[in-house]
T-cell receptor, first 113, second 114 residues
Framework: NAGVTQTPKFRVLKTGQSMTLLCAQD?????MYWYRQDPGMGLRLIHY???????AKGEVPDGYNVSRLKKQNFLLGLESAAPSQTSVYFC????????????FGQGTRLTVV | RKEVEQDPGPFNVPEGATVAFNCTYS??????FFWYRQDCRKEPKLLMS???SGNEDGRFTAQLNRASQYISLLIRDSKLSDSATYLC???????????????FGRGTQLTVWP
């Protein structure tokens, strides 16, 4: 089972460049999330979605946009990358049921120079 | 105030030791609680759910105290392979703007030495 797949795994961007991170899940989950993880900061929620066609802002949404055109995919876009966006990005998905776990992708290591 | 507060550690313990982590949450209406484990440079993975009556899985015991709004994780007979970061996760009430939100603690780093 693929579970949650993130592409790419690694990327180096120059300041001002744009890119899209793709998260795909094959578990038919309604809920999907994008987090960033920085040393000493834990996981911080960027954006999330509770269903196809819906998105919502998390704790640190500035500089990012998302789209959920298909239930299985959740895209995270950086329109104009900044060094402050250097981080490890994790996608996760989950069913709406309360006591069910969230499954994470393997992460994308992004460096903005 | 953060939704979930967690002592970041680090905890450095010898093999065979018992170690406990706590995590407090601010929203008394929070509904579900979990402990996740994250190995270095890997994604978080579910360690165990936390049930109201407390639950045990081998050497791991999770407790929930709703009155004091904290959850705990106890690891007995620590192994070298237990070295990781442990994250507590709280699910907010499922209504309005917080529908579907997961709140993570910052993680507690554990190192078990021989």
């Amino acid at each position: 089972n693929a579970g949650v797949t993130q592409t790419p795994k690694f990327r180096v961007l120059k300041t001002g460049q744009s890119m899209t991170l793709l998260c795909a899940q094959d578990m038919n989950h309604e809920y999907m999330y994008w987090y960033r993880q920085d040393p000493g900061m834990g996981l911080r929620l960027i954006h999330y979605s509770v269903g196809e066609g819906t998105t919502a802002k998390g704790e640190v949404p500035d500089g990012y946009n998302v789209s959920r055109l298909k239930k299985q995919n959740f895209l995270l876009g950086l329109e104009s990358a900044a060094p402050s966006q250097t981080s490890v990005y994790f996608c996760a998905s989950k069913t709406p049921l309360l006591n069910t776990e969230a499954f994470f992708g393997q992460g994308t290591r992004l460096t903005v120079v | 105030r953060k939704e979930v507060e967690q002592d970041p550690g680090p905890f450095n313990v010898p093999e065979g030791a018992t170690v406990a982590f706590n995590c407090t949450y601010s929203n008394s209406a929070s509904q579900s609680f979990f402990w996740y484990r994250q190995d270095c440079r890997k994604e978080p993975k579910l360690l165990m759910s936390v049930y109201s009556s407390g639950n045990e899985d081998g050497r791991f015991t999770a407790q929930l105290n709703r009155a004091s709004q904290y959850i705990s994780l106890l690891i007995r007979d620590s192994k070298l392979s237990d070295s990781a970061t442990y994250l507590c996760v709280v699910i907010s009430p499922s209504r309005g703007s917080t529908l579907g939100r997961l709140y993570f603690g910052r993680g507690t780093q554990l190192t078990v030495w021989p």
